[in-house]
């Protein structure tokens, strides 16, 4: 009876099934360890201010110091030969002075931006959210093996996703089905409590964990980032700012351009109290400043950012925003959870957790039956 019924399913619904089965063995660890490290990333910033007392700092009414006496004070403390950017994280809390020009020894020093106080050095290869990233965008490997593994084994886990939308349809929404579909029967016994922790979690976590994984390729693949991008955009490629031959700044000769830069904002009136600023410095003869406002550390879509050539200080300008620009802004606001605030990001959390369990409990239905 149960051989007449499989054959009694449609060619579309066996392709199915064998495409989630195999790609699943396959690419379940990978999906485990990407999800559990991502669900660890989760609360990355919230945690920080929590655990770490060097994040925060008392204000006292002071202003903050400008950007060059930050970074001197990192490069005489530590020996660099030169920073990376400036990060101000508000009124409260330290400034962050980062340096990546070696690669083997990526480091930030946390700073009281009041007195340039060195509060704390970081390692990044022994910081833990470091690790957890490290692990979940390319598997603790070198980057050129993990990265692709890492990229395609989410496109394998979209499309199991998918799938498995296909195997979980009821045939018709009786009552039977409905209780079998959209409910887990707690007082059943183990295997098909499992089966329903499988099937009916995995269907009310579809949706977000297709965004997560589709917006988890943007940052894995080229090719589907400039596939969303020509696609959101109508048909454009990316464009990078031009330069603007009228807006150099003024340039006393006594001030470093960084200051140049940050008394810009101050004389704006930029709200810098209660916004992250980041002041990125030039890399390579061709790198040019940028500088960064942000109302929080976890998003990039309330992002506002200008750049400005590293000699004459001459702004850049940017081109007209289009579909593809704020696709891109929102993409990694819906891939951390934070495009909704804390609520989104408990919901992000979830999702990270039932998409680690998938792989296990799918292979709990499999095992017996292989």
Known sequence: MKVKTKKNRSLFYRISAWLHLWLGLVTGIVVVIVSITGAALVFEQELRVL?????????????????????????????????????????????????????????????????AEILHYQLLSKDFFRIMLEGHYNLWLPRKFGKPIVAYSTLIFVITLVTGIVLWWPKNLNKTNVQKSFKIKWTAKWKRINYDLHNVVGFYSLLFALILGLTGMVYGMKWFSDAMYWTASGGKSFAYNKMASDTTLVRSGIMEDEDVLFKQLVNKKADLDNQFLTIGYPFGKAGVWNISLNPRADSRMRDSSESFEQVSLKKLEKPVENGGDLLLGLNYDLHVGSVGGFTTKIIAFLVCIICASLPVTGFIIWWPKK
């Not at 006496?69 to 990192?74: P, R, S, T």
């Not at 020996?79 to 990376?84: E, H, I, R, Y």
């Not at 400036?86 to 690669?103: E, I, L, W």
Request: proline fraction near 9%.
């Open 51 to 115: 655990l770490d007392p060097y994040q925060t700092v008392e204000a006292n009414n002071r202003n903050f110091l400008p950007p060059s006496v930050l970074k001197h004070a990192a490069m005489k403390k530590y020996n660099l030969p030169a920073v990376s950017a400036v990060v101000y994280q508000g009124k409260n809390r330290s400034a962050v002075v980062p340096y990546y020009g070696d690669r083997s020894k990526y480091q930030l020093i946390y700073i009281d931006p009041y007195s």
